[in-house]
């Protein structure tokens, strides 16, 4: 079989490409960047004519070469990750138990219910930035309000929300809960 095209470019420049691979941090490997570069070669279909088909086929192997940097990185920091956090590999199940689910949703109705005694612009003041994320200045725009009225607002919130965990922290030992 004859090669034509970029394997015969490819076939012909094999030593120098090697050497490039390996002196631009390949290290040992080069040789798989350049089976990766082979493969690309055969899979490829002619978009028209090449008109430097050498450096094309070097700037093809550097771009592979930093192709395959990047996935190690990428799959070293998963693997940090993965460290870090624990993974447990017996399989337990990180999904909530029925009562924590149920303890979750009482505590979020008497948050709800809680704010309910504040007026409307302080439920949605505190709604738009603690659970929508929009900034205080943007907010303040919105209502035509100041940024210290916002912090207002939201201070009367969080003294609200502050109460109710403290009536919880007070309680939670005479029913046997862990704090």
């Given at each position: 079989m004859v090669a034509s095209g970029l394997s015969a470019v490819f076939l012909?420049?094999?030593?120098?490409?090697?050497?490039?691979?390996?002196?631009?941090?390949?290290g040992d490997d080069a040789e798989d960047v350049m089976q990766d570069l082979w493969l690309k070669?055969?899979?490829?279909?002619?978009?028209?004519?090449?008109?430097?088909?050498?450096?094309?086929?070097?700037?093809?192997?550097?771009?592979?070469?930093?192709?395959?940097?990047?996935?190690?990185?990428?799959?070293?920091n998963r693997e940090h990750a993965w460290g870090e956090t624990g993974y447990d590999a017996s399989?337990?199940?990180?999904?909530?138990s029925a009562e924590r689910t149920l303890v979750a949703?009482?505590?979020?109705?008497?948050?709800?219910?809680?704010?309910?005694?504040?007026?409307?612009?302080?439920?949605?003041?505190?709604?738009?930035?603690?659970?929508?994320?929009?900034?205080?200045?943007?907010?303040?725009?919105?209502e035509g309000i100041s940024i210290s009225a916002v912090e207002k607002h939201l201070q009367r919130a969080y003294r609200v929300v502050a109460t109710l965990v403290d009536e919880e922290d007070d309680v939670a030992p005479l029913a046997g809960r862990a704090p």
């Amino acid at each position: 079989m004859v090669a034509s095209g970029l394997s015969a470019v490819f076939l012909a420049n094999r030593g120098p490409l090697l050497r490039f691979l390996r002196a631009r941090g390949a290290g040992d490997d080069a040789e798989d960047v350049m089976q990766d570069l082979w493969l690309k070669i055969d899979r490829m279909e002619a978009e028209g004519p090449i008109s430097d088909a050498r450096a094309y086929l070097f700037r093809m192997a550097d771009n592979l070469m930093h192709d395959r940097v990047r996935a190690a990185m990428r799959r070293a920091n998963r693997e940090h990750a993965w460290g870090e956090t624990g993974y447990d590999a017996s399989g337990a199940d990180d999904t909530p138990s029925a009562e924590r689910t149920l303890v979750a949703r009482q505590r979020l109705r008497r948050v709800e219910r809680a704010l309910a005694t504040l007026g409307e612009r302080s439920q949605a003041i505190f709604r738009r930035f603690r659970i929508e994320g929009v900034p205080q200045g943007r907010i303040a725009q919105e209502e035509g309000i100041s940024i210290s009225a916002v912090e207002k607002h939201l201070q009367r919130a969080y003294r609200v929300v502050a109460t109710l965990v403290d009536e919880e922290d007070d309680v939670a030992p005479l029913a046997g809960r862990a704090p």
